[in-house]
């Protein structure tokens, strides 16, 4: 139905819309756990919270695994080598995941002050620590990684975890974690009442400022770093390798496509006109709406970063002519064709059980609802 090269690119498009997804659907959660200490200021408060997310948490983990499993077998080679010089970073991502379902499950087990305060703490660790890490992840794609390649195609990573902590990297992961808490902060206040709620807007006002200042920051920073080129090339609608091209290195080239293309500015320019829809919103208590425009300005974000990166998927540091891109990293015409219709009908059942779940679930969550419902609730 399609050729190879408009394959490569809706899979591209694809892989951008599951993480899209996940960061939207996972990202409030993970928000509304970041924030749980901080704005639930006794236990009642603290379960009101939580019972706002527990019922959905495990069903936004399908956008995670989905898009994990798209890009092992659209980009094969991106998977193996993300996930094996990456290993110390994904293990540290796996045992800070664990934290958050043993925690919606056990906290209310037994009623112990310190008991319930541990499991908020931890829930509050298994949601920062991703939340920061999935940017930290972007901003490497950035700056490359130390990676190459042998004439069997075997990938050797040549980094450390510690080098990874780079300072941009870092602003990067500021970033994710200012965004996922801005759109965990929005959720609350659409899904609670009262003073936390109250709490809610304040955070969003906090964490939108802090992510629009350190947005504007990466921006000058990427516009001075090195970025990548491609001058030659095989035929895209073939099948390459990634030996098969030449990579030049150019200070703000990462700009290059809004340049080539000024209609892409409308994506980081979506970022600032988003986050202030959001704060605006909650100000006329607009809530459902705050957490539309807080969800576009998450996918802004996201498009904004494939923009820029487009068509490189992984970058390497050490050896730009054997960066993956997705001309060269994309599985066999036939693998691509077959997950397309797979996508074609699995998508959007996704998307409607996912719809189905919050409408049924749908209301405020009061500290009074917990007290009626002590023994049935998180």
């Not at 043993?102 to 920062?128: Q, T």
């Not at 919103?281 to 494939?306: D, E, H, P, R, Y």
């Not at 820029?308 to 036939?334: E, G, I, N, Q, R």
């Amino acid at each position: 139905m399609f050729d190879y090269y408009t394959l490569k690119l809706i899979w591209w498009l694809l892989i951008g819309i599951l993480l899209i997804g996940f960061a939207i659907m996972d990202g409030h959660d993970m928000g509304v756990g970041t924030l749980l200490p901080f704005i639930g200021k006794n236990d009642l408060e603290r379960r009101a919270i939580i019972n706002t997310i527990a019922p959905h948490w495990d069903g936004n983990q399908v956008w995670f695994i989905t898009a994990g499993g798209a890009i092992f077998a659209a980009w094969p080679f991106v998977y193996s080598i993300a996930f094996s010089g990456l290993y110390w970073a994904m293990l540290l991502l796996l045992v800070a995941l664990f934290f958050r379902p043993v925690g919606f499950e056990y906290r209310s087990k037994l009623s112990g002050h310190r008991w319930r305060s541990n499991w908020d703490a931890l829930i509050c660790f298994g949601s920062v620590v991703p939340s920061v890490l999935f940017g930290v992840a972007f901003g490497n794609l950035f700056l490359g990684l130390p990676f190459y390649l042998d004439d069997t195609m075997r990938s050797f990573y040549t980094g450390s975890f510690f080098e990874l902590l780079h300072p941009f990297a870092l602003l990067c992961g500021l970033i994710s974690l200012s965004l996922l808490t801005l759109q965990g902060a929005t959720f609350l206040t659409h899904r609670t009442s009262g003073e936390i709620q109250h709490r809610a807007k304040i955070s969003s006002r906090l964490f939108g400022m802090v992510l629009l200042v350190c947005f504007s920051l990466a921006g000058i920073w990427v516009s001075k770093m090195n970025g990548l080129i491609i001058t030659q090339t095989g035929d895209l609608n073939g099948s390459l390798n990634p030996l098969m091209k030449t990579v030049s290195q150019l200070s703000g080239a990462w700009l290059g496509n809004f340049k080539n293309h000024p209609m892409a500015w409308l994506l980081p320019i979506g970022v600032y006109v988003m986050v202030f829809s959001t704060l605006i919103l909650q100000a006329m208590n607009k809530t459902l709406f705050a957490f539309v425009t807080s969800s576009i300005s998450v996918a802004c974000m996201i498009l904004t970063a494939g923009v820029a990166l487009f068509p490189f998927v992984l970058p390497s540091s050490t050896h730009p002519d054997m960066s993956l891109t997705l001309w060269d990293a994309s599985s066999s015409k036939y693998t691509l064709n077959v997950m397309f219709w797979c996508a074609l009908i699995f998508v959007p059942i996704i998307i409607t059980y996912t719809s189905w779940a919050y409408r049924v679930m749908r209301g405020k969550v009061t500290v009074e609802y917990v007290q009626a419902n002590d023994k049935s609730l998180y």
